[in-house]
């Protein structure tokens, strides 16, 4: 079996999107002939850095999977207030360990998954220290990123130049850059013009049936559209302000809907929904677990997915949502990477976020369509199944350790 070290910021019991992707790459490469060893963070500073801690997930991680977990440092002084501080203080560990890492485990191949990106420094140092070579994984878009609201002020003048300088230090040297939407992949094409074309790689985020399977619904007496995961108000990155609209002009036709949320607690969409006079038609649950999200989300009638305004976004909640077979309104561009997932799909109704008219409409046809809450079986989105697409990332190792 053909070895990979994984590295990853955020690795189980550290909750939250971030951790969905590697873990399952974890736990199915594997019946590709890859044995994984994950190099991460203690959980103690997960928890000393106030990052989330889901144990739900330690589900998926094999009995038998090394894992190396390192400390943090001492936040460096000028960073201070400018950045999240775990991603920063885990450097200097990481580059202490890796080399003694690598000599005793002698992988086959490197893979760094980000964000959180500065991490991701740590590939080019050991291909030159240590010979091997790497494949980066990019969740996000590093210094594309077309909405990163830690970039302003004083902090977009220190990272933005920073971002420009380092992301093509790692991408250069990678053997190949693997990214979540054909969107993103379009524009690192063309940004870096000198790599062939095939080096820049498809493998979307998708969903796992063992995630959902087992999970009872949540009963709910109402009509129910839930929303799992962050909102922000400002401009138009998650903006519920035209659904929650659209539920104000159904509430005055006298249908009656209720609006889940779970997630982090926001007192700026509380009066958003104090404004419309929407209490009564919604209810803020905050953060839970992986296992009662599911839970809240089979049992709603519909779910709401609201994009960020980026074109290369695909969020894993879409895949999470297609889990739990659920009718599924996206208020998204018609062009970019969420559409190119929701597109042709079944029971999945695409609008854009900016007219509640036009979203009341819409919610008012799966209400009409929906009261039933019978499951829905979805017969075009096995491409998206978690152990698919961990084969389609072994066959990328494959290539590359073949490569002379």
């Given at each position: 079996m053909k070895k990979v070290i994984m590295l990853a910021t955020y690795f189980p019991p550290a909750g939250g999107i971030s951790t969905f992707r590697i873990t399952k790459f974890v736990k199915y490469i594997p019946n590709f002939n890859w044995k994984p060893v994950?190099?991460?963070?203690?959980?103690?500073?997960?928890?000393?850095?106030?990052?989330?801690?889901?144990?739900?997930?330690?589900?998926?991680?094999?009995?038998?999977?090394?894992?190396?977990?390192?400390?943090?440092?001492?936040?460096?002084?000028?960073?201070?207030?400018l950045r999240k501080g775990l991603p920063t203080r885990w450097l200097k560990p990481l580059f202490t360990t890796i080399g003694s890492i690598i000599k005793k485990e002698k992988p086959d191949l490197?893979?760094?998954?980000?964000?959180?990106?500065?991490?991701l420094l740590v590939a080019p140092f050991a291909k030159s220290r240590y010979g091997i070579k790497y494949v980066i994984d990019l969740r996000d878009p590093w210094k594309l990123a077309v909405v990163d609201n830690p970039l302003k002020g004083l902090k977009g003048k220190i990272f933005g130049p920073l971002n420009n300088f380092l992301e093509p230090i790692v991408l250069n040297k990678a053997s190949r850059v693997i990214v979540v939407s054909e969107k993103m992949a379009q524009q690192y094409r063309e940004a870096y013009p000198n790599r062939p074309a095939t080096?820049?790689?498809?493998?979307p985020n998708g969903y796992d049936p063992d995630d959902y399977d087992p999970i009872p619904a949540k009963p709910f007496s109402k009509f129910t559209i839930t929303y799992a995961g962050k909102f922000l108000s400002g401009k138009s990155f998650r903006n519920p302000t035209y659904f929650l609209k659209a539920i104000k002009i159904l509430k005055q036709k006298g249908i009656d809907i209720i609006f889940n949320?779970?997630?982090?607690?926001?007192?700026?969409?509380?009066?958003?929904?104090?404004?419309l006079e929407l209490s009564d038609h919604f209810v803020s649950v905050g953060y839970l677990s992986y296992y009662d999200?599911?839970?809240?989300?089979?049992?709603?009638?519909a779910l709401i997915l609201i994009g960020s305004g980026q074109e290369t976004e695909q969020t894993g909640k879409i895949f999470d949502y297609l889990g739990c077979k659920r009718p599924i309104l996206a208020l998204a561009a018609k062009k970019g990477g969420?559409?190119?997932?929701?597109?042709?799909?079944?029971?999945?109704?695409?609008?854009?976020?900016?007219?509640?008219?036009?979203?009341?409409?819409?919610?008012?046809?799966?209400?009409?369509?929906?009261?039933?809450?019978?499951?829905?079986?979805?017969?075009?989105?096995?491409?998206?199944?978690r152990t698919s697409l961990a084969g389609r990332l072994t066959s990328v190792f494959e290539e590359v350790i073949n490569e002379k």
């Open positions: 994950v190099v991460t963070v203690k959980e103690e500073c997960y928890k000393e850095s106030n990052f989330l801690i889901d144990t739900s997930l330690l589900k998926d991680v094999p009995n038998d999977l090394i894992i190396y977990r390192t400390g943090i440092s001492t936040e460096p002084i000028f960073l201070k207030g490197l893979f760094a998954t980000g964000d959180p990106f500065f991490p080096d820049f790689i498809v493998i949320y779970v997630g982090e607690i926001n007192p700026e969409i509380n009066k958003i929904v104090a404004d999200t599911v839970s809240y989300m089979k049992g709603s009638n969420i559409a190119d997932v929701v597109n042709g799909i079944e029971e999945i109704i695409l609008t854009e976020n900016e007219d509640p008219e036009k979203i009341a409409d819409v919610i008012l046809e799966i209400y009409k369509r929906h009261q039933d809450n019978v499951p829905i079986e979805r017969l075009n989105i096995s491409k998206y199944l």
